[in-house]
């Protein structure tokens, strides 16, 4: 047939409806067939490609190793308790054998249910997901194996995602197959998934979820962990709880089709389980930052190679290297501190108390209390090594110095105040005013230590020559936070001062400890120390506390300085509070009160332990006079021999619950008479040469008679002035330099 014109007639055909069904089934089975073929070529050449893209290589590419797992890294204190955990990511490592049957058999139900029998890649579900993706606007399926997932985690970080990716991890998969057993493959990946909330692996989750330790998993709750893989953020329990427990609901269909769960107990849990609302952790585990921890933190990033050489090497190692971190911290020593530290009331002021205790005989930082609880981005100041100026305290340093440079408890020093000294190395202000405090007049070291007479110990401090006073106390109180050689930048040195002796250099209640440890420990001196090891992850031992003890004073020096501040606690500043204790325990101290009472101070020893309290204002210029909350304790004016006194003695007398109780050696017998010390250039020691009688001719009306006036008036000495040549110059360090001194019964007088 054909047209009118001539050209050939198209025909129409109409298909009825069984055509249709025909046509259409045969051109789904073409489709399949053409995935089913693409799919399979895919797989089947994807070795031979990869080993053409590596054809300039005679061997084959092996997959490289796992690279090690990034872990968390534990602090223990020296009871072997947990305090403290450094992580970036929260990664706890747990090895196959150690997981639950049934934990990884929810992952598998969920996550691939065919890993134990295929090579690292599911023909069918990728095949199935394959067309899925073609046909759908729908979001893609997923196809990825365990093996799968494992493969994209480890190696092909980085890697774009074009079309080679799939390939590329497709080889990946079936090789790792072949180099790794299956529950290789299992743990890197139950070791290695992320879950959300900063959670990476199965222990993590565990914890962060349920507050639990991996073996303590129910099935319920590992096949809610399953089923957070998919998408961790869509279905966080804690922020989307609506989702989560939607995706939960799939899972436990899915644990059903399985013939995991009956349908009976499927409601049971559906009904039961609780899904996770907040961040949990174990109960026994406690990872809160203190101040001790973040000391010790900042010790191994800042200051120490302990951990390497550059700080990118210490970081890595602290926060990914798995560490055991064994410190000093004794735990019933820090209970009783912290509960000692509570004697002072709260005020709304802030004020605060600071504590720091040291083992006599090791140098080992016991307990440290750095105020009420650290609190990140609100409370992190940490009073125990914050440098404060210490009052009075500070004399401990300037008497034993002067005692090791031959100074005894009963030689005799001018301590009458007012008093105006030399103030070496300041032009503008050339002299150095002492009004306040109290006046000790002419009395004994011993009287002016327990009395904390300013202008006796300022004196003192000049006798025995302010650089070696300096010298001494970076010598009994050296630290890694303490050194003369350390930057301005980090710490402000201490400076040969005439005010050295009120306390006008700043110390921490760490530096003011370790000084009286010097002394305690009868004058050998002991780094104080936080850490006492590091073990890797693998238990390899990589730093031991080697003590290097130094001789800072000799023996007899340390016995005598004790043996002089023994009566700080009975006699002196110290006695309401510590007078009992002293009773109980031998022990020696001194009270330190900043000028406007800023800041107050104890510092104090038994055979034991070192401790230093510090009570001020973490911002550091409130005066504590008449603090209504101190007020009602009984403490309107707060010294040193207050609430710092008390804290101190609360917590000593704790301390040594259970502790054999000892007393130092008696100290060396005096080696000879008193003398009388004195300042060169400020006080001139003097000889009577003779005596003037003033003369007059008049009679006092009520003199007897015949007697004139002269013969009452008591004759005036005539001195001449006895050069020693025993003034300490500037720069003299030597601790055996002998002091300017002589006999107790000569004159001195002021020079002028």
């Not at 993706?133 to 893609?140: T, V, Y």
């Not at 692996?201 to 957070?228: D, Q, R």
């Not at 009904?271 to 203190?290: L, M, S, Y």
């Not at 501190?337 to 600071?354: H, I, K, Q, V």
Request: proline share 7%; aromatic share 8%.
């Amino acid at each position: 047939m054909g047209t009118h014109d001539g050209t050939p007639e198209r025909q129409v055909i109409t298909l009825n409806g069984v055509e249709r069904y025909l046509l259409a089934g045969r051109l789904g089975v073409i489709i399949i067939s053409g995935a089913l073929l693409i799919t399979a070529v895919t797989i089947g050449i994807a070795p031979r490609l990869w080993r053409i893209a590596n054809a300039h290589s005679e061997e084959p590419v092996p997959l490289p190793d796992f690279i090690p797992l990034s872990q968390r890294s534990y602090v223990y204190d020296a009871a072997g308790n947990e305090i403290a955990v450094y992580e970036l990511e929260n990664i706890q490592p747990v090895s196959f054998g150690d997981i639950p049957e049934h934990v990884i058999q929810a992952f598998v139900a969920v996550e691939d249910n065919e890993f134990w029998v295929h090579h690292g890649v599911n023909a069918r579900s990728f095949i199935r997901a394959l067309l899925s993706n073609f046909a759908s606007d729908a979001p893609r399926q997923g196809a990825s194996t365990i093996t799968m997932q494992v493969v994209k985690n480890d190696f092909m970080a980085g890697f774009e995602r074009n079309g080679r990716y799939k390939l590329l991890q497709l080889t990946y998969a079936v090789r790792l197959e072949k180099e790794r057993s299956k529950e290789e493959i299992m743990e890197r990946y139950l070791n290695t998934v992320f879950f959300g909330n900063n959670s990476y692996g199965i222990a993590a989750a565990a914890e962060t979820y349920f507050g639990k330790f991996v073996h303590e998993l129910t099935f319920p709750e590992s096949a809610f962990l399953a089923g957070l893989v998919r998408a961790p953020t869509s279905y966080d329990p804690i922020n989307r709880p609506e989702r989560s427990r939607a995706r939960f609901a799939q899972v436990v269909d899915r644990l059903v089709e399985d013939e995991l769960l009956t349908e009976d107990e499927a409601i049971e849990v559906s009904e039961t389980f609780v899904i996770p609302e907040r961040v949990n952790q174990i109960p026994t585990r406690d990872v809160e930052r203190t101040y001790f921890s973040e000391t010790v933190r900042d010790l191994l990033l800042n200051g120490s190679d302990i951990l390497g050489d550059t700080y990118e090497e210490r970081y890595t190692a602290l926060y990914r290297g798995g560490l055991r971190i064994y410190t000093t911290l004794d735990p019933d020593l820090q209970t009783a501190a912290e509960t000692a530290r509570n004697e002072l009331p709260d005020t709304t002021e802030g004020f605060d108390a600071a504590l720091t205790s040291i083992e006599n005989e090791t140098g080992a930082v016991r307990a440290l209390v750095g105020g009420r609880g650290f609190v990140p981005k609100q409370n992190e100041v940490n009073l125990a090594l914050a440098p404060s100026q210490t009052g009075s305290s500070i004399k401990i340093f300037i008497l034993a110095a002067a005692i090791q440079a031959g100074a005894q408890p009963n030689d005799v020093i001018d301590g009458t105040r007012p008093c105006v000294l030399p103030n070496p190395g300041d032009n503008l202000e050339p002299e150095f005013i002492i009004t306040d405090g109290v006046s000790g007049g002419i009395a004994t070291l011993a009287e002016h230590t327990y009395r904390s007479i300013n202008c006796a110990f300022a004196r003192l401090s000049q006798i025995v020559g302010l650089d070696r006073v300096v010298d001494t106390t970076y010598r009994m109180a050296a630290s890694d936070f303490l050194r003369p050689d350390l930057p301005e930048s980090v710490r402000e040195p201490l400076r040969p001062y005439a005010s050295f002796a009120t306390g006008a250099n700043e110390m921490s209640t760490l530096d003011m400890a370790a000084g009286m440890q010097s002394i305690a420990n009868e004058g050998v001196h002991h780094e104080p120390y936080f850490i006492e090891k590091v073990d890797d992850s693998e238990g390899r031992r990589l730093y031991t506390h080697q003590s290097d003890p130094e001789r800072v004073l000799e023996s007899g020096a340390a016995l005598t300085t004790i043996d002089t501040m023994k009566a700080t606690l009975t006699t002196g500043t110290a006695r309401r509070e510590l007078a009992e204790f002293a009773q109980l325990i031998p022990a020696a101290g001194k009270t330190g009160t900043q000028q406007n009472n800023y800041a107050a101070w104890f510092v104090g020893a038994s055979t034991y332990l070192s401790t230093a309290v510090m009570v001020r204002d973490p911002d550091r210029y409130t005066s504590m006079v008449n603090i209504p909350e101190f007020v009602e304790a009984g403490v309107p004016l707060v010294r040193g021999g207050t609430f710092p006194a008390r804290i101190w003695g609360t917590y000593m007398q704790s301390a040594h619950s259970g502790v054999t109780v000892t007393d130092w050696p008696a100290p060396p017998p005096l080696r000879g008479p008193a003398e009388r010390l004195y300042l060169p250039g400020t006080e001139c020691p003097s000889i009577i040469v003779g005596f003037e009688t003033p003369t007059t001719t008049t009679t006092t009306p009520d003199a007897p008679e015949g007697v004139l006036d002269s013969e009452l008036i008591e004759p005036v000495p005539i001195l001449e002035e006895v050069p020693t040549g025993t003034t300490i110059a500037p720069g003299v360090i030597d601790p055996y330099a002998e002091m300017p001194s002589v006999p107790a019964d000569a004159y001195v007088v002021p020079c002028e």
